[in-house]
């Protein structure tokens, strides 16, 4: 038998292709990103089902797997090729049954483990169904997805053929599992009707087959003996204008048989379509042929593939760039807002400006602090609320922005306040703790109240022109050098938390988008790992 002649390295760098393939994401909702994610999942079919486990075992029994839409008469001709019925056919749309491969019993062993199609569990009984209890295609409610697998002596070896899901199935899971059976095809094998063949559904598969150059047939299903020859000519014009005059086609006649996909069709209906199967799976020449074709044209769809892939994460990373961007900027220019506001003073107004002005002789130091950490705090939420109105204004004007996790803000102010008050009360503390500590270093036996100082240096700081004679009356307590580093470290200690809570109301708008770990890199992995694969080939 002629096997392929496959290097380590190639099978090493394909490998490290399909981890960048599977590391990309595609999160963000702008236009491409759906076809990337179907792209990438027929990539990774292709790569897991196909063409390592092929490259790595090239002397395992071809795979041809039946598809085609519903009611193209699948699950009876493969039954027919078999000779017995190993596939459950009805007229129940969308088909109740859980994908089936067949193969002689000397290569089982082929298909009993995980070499290909590892994500579907095995199973060795047919799966019951009711009118109750309908089992989707390839789900068992207590096994997951499965692929039943049976074995025929009237199978000759070599060849396996499965028959899968209906591509246009009304079960959103049926058409994805479908579209990966075929992707771990050595033979794809089209199956249409004389009602259907210029149906959308069997063209899409047939110009995607063409795409990747792999070894293609198509069968032309329950043609009326009247009309044989005219849809036979019609089919035919069909697939020569779309580039696939070369594909081998093949007429199987409406019988009793075929009448609710419940009998097998004489042998010679599918006589020919036999013939082609075991040919190619029993002649070494013919079987080199039809993998190689495969396997090249799945290998020269990579780089489109991989280029568009690339593409669409560059795509993605330019987006959440624009909506880093936007946040950015409206808490950049926020922060800004409030420094300038503390150096006005603004946080002393109101009754902060009340409390200051009644202060000592009506206003206790608590009192004044209180009101001074309540109009801080007011400050402080005022400008997040005032960020996160830009943010949205414009998120809107971003598709991307549309993003589940991304769209809606706290319903309320409240848990905004919470943090914010949170983090001012904390700032009090440590600025207590700090006029404390000063107080204690001074050589007086009637030292001042630690409460005072702190409403006194808190005050110098926060009232800007209004607050004059607060920076005298904290000489007086603490004398000229005790209050200049007081104050120099009370500053800084605002300038730290004011800092800190706008930097982490930032993180807190940035985390959804952070979560959805939009990355530079996975575009620049992409075409590496392509540069890298063409090299070896």
């Known amino acids: 038998m002629v096997t392929l002649d496959v290097r380590p390295q190639l099978l090493d760098t394909l490998s490290a292709l399909r981890d960048r393939v599977a590391a990309a994401r595609f999160p963000l909702p702008l236009a491409g990103a759906p076809r990337a994610r179907a792209n990438r999942d027929e990539l990774l079919a292709q790569l897991d089902d196909y063409l390592l486990p092929r490259l790595r075992e090239p002397a395992a ?45 000397e290569d089982h062993h082929w298909f009993s483990g995980v070499r290909v199609l590892p994500d579907l569990a095995r199973v060795w009984e047919p799966l019951r169904e009711t009118s109750d209890d309908l089992v989707v295609p ?33 079960l959103p899971d049926s058409r994805r599992l479908a579209a990966e059976l075929i992707c771990a095809a050595d033979v794809w094998i089209m199956v249409t009707t004389a009602a259907r063949y210029a149906d959308a559904v069997p063209w899409h598969l047939l110009r995607t087959a063409k795409e990747y150059d792999v070894t293609l047939i198509t069968v032309l299903d329950r043609v009326p003996h009247q009309v044989v020859s005219e849809v036979s000519r019609q089919y035919g014009a069909l697939l020569t204008k779309a580039g696939l005059g070369d594909v081998p086609r093949f007429t199987v006649p409406e019988l009793p ?9 004489p042998g010679t209906a599918v006589a020919a379509l036999r013939t082609w199967l075991v040919h ?21 769809s990579l780089k489109p593939r991989m280029s568009e892939l690339a593409s669409a994460a560059a795509a993605q990373y330019a987006a959440a760039l624009r909506l880093t961007s936007a946040v950015d900027a409206a808490y950049d220019n926020e922060q800004a807002r409030v420094r300038g506001r503390l150096q006005s003073g603004a946080v002393l107004a109101g009754d902060a400006l009340k409390r200051w002005r009644a202060f000592p002789l009506d206003c206790t130091a608590g009192e004044l602090l209180d009101a001074l950490v309540e109009s801080l705090a007011a400050l402080l939420l005022c400008s997040v609320t ?11 004007r971003e598709p991307a922005a549309s993003a589940p996790g991304l769209t809606g803000r706290e319903p309320s102010l409240e848990r905004a306040e919470h943090r914010i008050g949170l983090a001012v009360r904390r700032w009090r503390r440590e600025l207590e703790e700090h006029a404390e500590e000063e107080v204690r270093h001074l050589e007086r036996t009637a030292a001042p109240d630690a409460e005072v100082v702190a409403a006194v240096v808190a005050t110098a700081l926060l009232g800007g022109r209004r607050a004059r004679n607060a920076g005298e009356g904290l000489a007086e307590r603490l004398g000229a050098h005790g209050a200049l580093r007081l104050r120099d470290r009370a500053g800084r200690l605002l300038t730290e ?9 930032r993180e807190r708008r940035l985390a959804p988008l952070d979560a959805l770990d939009v990355r530079a890199e996975p575009q620049a992995e992409l075409i590496a790992a392509l540069s890298v694969l063409q090299k070896e080939r």
């Open 497 to 505: 938390h004011v800092d800190r809570v706008m930097h982490a109301e």
């Open 138 to 170: 390839g789900q068992d409610p207590g096994r997951g997805r499965v692929l039943r697998i049976e074995t025929a002596d009237s199978l000759p070896p070599g060849i396996a053929l499965l028959d899968a899901p209906d591509v246009d199935s009304l």
């Open 280 to 300: 190619h799976a029993q002649d070494p020449t013919a079987r080199q042929q039809v993998m190689a074709r495969t396997i090249h044209g799945v290998l020269d």
């Open 257 to 265: 048989e075929s009448a609710w996909g419940a009998g097998l069709l």
């Open 386 to 396: 005032a960020a996160d109105e830009r943010v949205d204004e414009a998120w809107r």
């Open 61 to 105: 029994p071809l795979l041809a797997v039946v598809g085609g839409s519903t009611g193209a008469g699948k699950s009876t001709l493969v039954n027919s090729l078999v000779g017995c019925r190993v596939s459950e056919a009805g007229v129940l749309r969308p088909t109740t049954r859980t994908p089936v491969l067949v193969c002689h019993p």
